[in-house]
């Protein structure tokens, strides 16, 4: 709040009021689809994301018939998990710095792709591992995807990028875990975790087919 209150700002000029209102809504999703690197590390996300949203229901699943604990363990992960995202988040900078956008993003997905993996086992402690890297890769690659959005975005579209962005991720993300909460009881939990790594890994594709043209200095 500090930071925020001591920010210059500089005013924007407003949009031209004369462009028709579909079109000023779908800028943001037409800005995104235009820019080919943006679009491919936007793709990346979304496959991400989207995929972890099984983890909101199978987890559950994971803690009782995998490391036989109670659900109630549940806040112990979710507090490791935010652990491991905020240690990420003081890193991202000087991680994107030495190697950039993309690569960031690649390495986020891997990272928490392959945490998912530990779900496999019985241990526990394993899973608070897990919890952790799944926070902190998530957390390397939305921040690398968000600060490369913002640097190829012009001033008058952040909003509207912005919202696109979030919608393309977040309603996969709801979606998978409907789903989810749909089959988790007649499918094993496992195979629907492994499936969901692997999505994860190789969501680094798009995103790595041409590696953004900013400069990876944030």
Do not use: W
Request: net charge positive.
């Amino acid at each position: 709040a500090v930071i925020f209150a001591t920010l210059k700002i500089e005013q924007v000029a407003a949009a031209d009021s004369r462009e028709p209102f579909f079109t000023s809504l779908m800028a943001g999703f037409a800005f995104v689809h235009r820019n080919v690197q943006l679009r491919r590390a936007t793709i990346t996300l979304i496959a991400c994301i989207g995929a972890t949203g099984t983890l909101n229901v199978l987890i559950f699943t994971a803690l009782e018939h995998g490391a036989k604990v109670d659900a109630e363990l549940l806040s112990v992960v979710v507090s490791i998990q935010g652990i491991g995202a905020v240690t990420a988040g003081l890193l991202a900078s000087s991680i994107i710095a030495k190697i950039g956008f993309a690569r960031a993003m690649a390495t986020g997905t891997i990272v928490g792709g392959a945490a998912i993996f530990l779900l496999l086992t019985s241990s526990f402690a394993l899973y608070v591992i897990a919890a952790a890297l799944l926070g902190a890769g998530m957390t390397l690659m939305i921040v690398a995807y968000v600060s490369y959005r913002q640097i190829e975005t012009p001033d008058h579209l952040q909003g509207r990028v912005a919202t696109a962005g979030n919608m393309l991720f977040s309603v996969p993300q709801t979606v998978m875990s409907g789903v989810t909460g749909l089959i988790v009881a007649q499918v094993d939990y496992r195979y629907l975790a492994v499936a969901t790594a692997v999505v994860c890994i190789l969501a680094f594709i798009p995103v790595a087919l041409r590696a953004p043209g900013a400069q990876p200095a944030v």
